[in-house]
């Protein structure tokens, strides 16, 4: 009995969160594939240091 239970409780965790994947707001938005700077702190860092 505990079993049945364990696997529909981990099945039925799955299926929700793939519910609210499929259903974001942003799956289907092509601005959402823009990359993104990889250290956003440094893009306007002119070689020299903060205090200087």
């Given amino acids: 009995m505990i ?3 364990s696997i529909a ?3 039925g965790l799955i299926m929700v969160a793939a519910w609210r ?3 974001r707001g942003d799956l ?3 601005r959402a594939a ?3 700077p ?3 702190w440094l893009k306007n ?3 020299g240091s903060p205090d200087a």
Avoid: N, Q, V
């Fill in 21 to 23: 994947l499929l259903f």
């Fill in 9 to 11: 409780l981990t099945h």
């Fill in 28 to 30: 289907d938005d092509e």
């Fill in 3 to 5: 079993d049945y239970f």
């Fill in 34 to 36: 823009e990359p993104k």
């Fill in 38 to 40: 990889d250290k956003p």
């Fill in 45 to 47: 860092r002119a070689g």
